[in-house]
């Protein structure tokens, strides 16, 4: 293509509209990649409004199951596993303490692995079964680890209690005979800020001696 001196284009080269041709192809170009960028995107949101089942902003019904009955509820999209169990259903056993999922406090089970219920939705939480510190004992019987907490003193101020009692009694439930170490590693998510972590350990290593027993009584209740 015929130039001047430097590269640029003739003026004879440029419209009246002050578009050259080289300039002209580039425009071409990024318009034709933003057309076809637009019409993938109108595609996804056609297949997604084709699949998608809409959501809130407003409470949706939904069934949770917890300790082992069913409870339907209706919560908006937003709340947190943790605010359902408290403020919905009444399970004020679980504690939201830092409410960001950094000291534990509220942990339950979904299918009996533990996790911080305040970084959680109750939406997500489907057909998994929650497991809450009101769940654990068996009618008057209380569980290993809630006895062996009373028993060695491992509570002062009490609110990172329940959720240190879900995370020892889920270590139990897939390592029945663990060491120090193994409860030390279990609890390394649970803050305690009374420190009283010496008698946590001894109170679930005592608890894994009494399990077997208490496994019993529940199948004969």
Known sequence: MPKEEGGRERPELISKHGLGRRSFLRGAGLTAAGGAALEGVDLIAKETSTHAIPVGPGRVPMALHINGKEHRVALEPRTTL????????GLTGTKIVCDRGACSACTVWLDKTPVNSCMTLAIDVGSRRVTTIEGLASGDHLHPVQAAFIKHDALQCGFCTPGMIMSCAALLERNPHPDVKDVKLATSGNLCRCGTYPK??????????????????????
């Open 82 to 89: 943790a605010d359902a169990l408290r403020y919905d259903l």
């Open 200 to 221: 946590v350990f001894d109170a679930t290593l005592e608890a894994a001696e009494l399990r077997t027993n208490f496994g019993k009584s529940r199948q004969g209740a």
